[in-house]
């Protein structure tokens, strides 16, 4: 019988993140890890780095539990917390990856990176769970969905805590299949 694969949060928010983002990204990291997930993130400052701190700084940490998706082939541009540098030499373009590595996507604030990431995390069919703060696309998307694709919203806001609990609960659920691309 073979392990069950470990899920993958994506935490995603702005590089030039505010105190309040900070605070809220590092203790969702941690959340992230303490419940059972491994972490990815765009491997940089701000929300990613807070983040891959927190998850680093969880009783549960396990080596290789932080993956950072670089926009250059520099794995030295990795914040020191990340454990897996992933280059891709594609800039903005590795937004997709971040998401689709992700088996659920948490937002801290953001602006127009983040609000990218979550456009292709919907389309993608992740679920997408905004986390309490009070700036960024992750807030004012927050029980709304993107468009009629899908029949689900943009959670949240909620706090760490309670992000990662219905992060545990949506991947486990069963899932529409996307029938078409668009």
Same mark, same amino acid.
């Given at each position: 019988?073979?392990?069950?694969?470990?899920?993958?949060?994506?935490?995603? %928010?702005?590089?030039?993140?505010?105190?309040?983002e900070?605070? &809220?990204? %590092? #203790?969702?990291?941690?959340?992230?890890?303490?419940?059972?997930?491994?972490?990815?993130?765009?491997? $940089?400052? %701000? *929300?990613?780095?807070? +983040?891959?701190?927190?998850?680093?700084? #969880?009783?549960?940490?396990?080596?290789?539990?932080?993956?950072?998706?670089?926009?250059?082939?520099? +794995?030295?541009?990795?914040?020191?917390?990340?454990?897996?540098?992933?280059?891709?030499?594609?800039?903005?373009?590795?937004?997709? /990856? *971040? &998401?689709?590595?992700?088996?659920?996507? $948490?937002v801290?604030?953001?602006?127009? %990176?983040? =609000?990218?990431?979550?456009?292709? #995390?919907?389309?993608i069919?992740?679920? *997408? /769970?905004?986390?309490?703060?009070?700036?960024?696309?992750?807030?004012?998307?927050?029980?709304?969905? $993107?468009?009629?694709?899908?029949?689900?919203?943009?959670?949240?806001?909620?706090?760490?805590?309670?992000?990662?609990? $219905?992060?545990?609960? =949506?991947?486990?659920?069963?899932?529409?299949? =996307?029938?078409?691309?668009?």
């Amino acid at each position: 019988m073979s392990p069950e694969r470990r899920f993958i949060a994506a935490v995603i %928010g702005s590089a030039h993140a505010t105190a309040e983002e900070e605070r &809220v990204a %590092g #203790a969702l990291g941690a959340a992230v890890i303490a419940g059972g997930f491994r972490l990815v993130t765009g491997g $940089l400052d %701000g *929300v990613m780095l807070a +983040a891959s701190r927190g998850a680093r700084e #969880a009783a549960g940490y396990q080596s290789g539990d932080v993956i950072g998706v670089l926009p250059s082939y520099e +794995a030295a541009s990795a914040n020191p917390y990340v454990d897996i540098p992933i280059c891709t030499g594609l800039n903005h373009a590795r937004n997709l /990856i *971040v &998401v689709a590595t992700a088996d659920v996507v $948490l937002v801290v604030g953001g602006w127009s %990176g983040t =609000l990218s990431e979550m456009a292709l #995390a919907w389309q993608i069919g992740r679920p *997408v /769970i905004a986390v309490q703060t009070t700036t960024g696309w992750g807030g004012r998307l927050a029980g709304a969905p $993107l468009d009629e694709r899908r029949q689900d919203v943009v959670h949240g806001p909620l706090p760490p805590e309670g992000a990662v609990a $219905l992060a545990r609960e =949506l991947v486990r659920a069963p899932r529409v299949p =996307l029938t078409g691309f668009g």
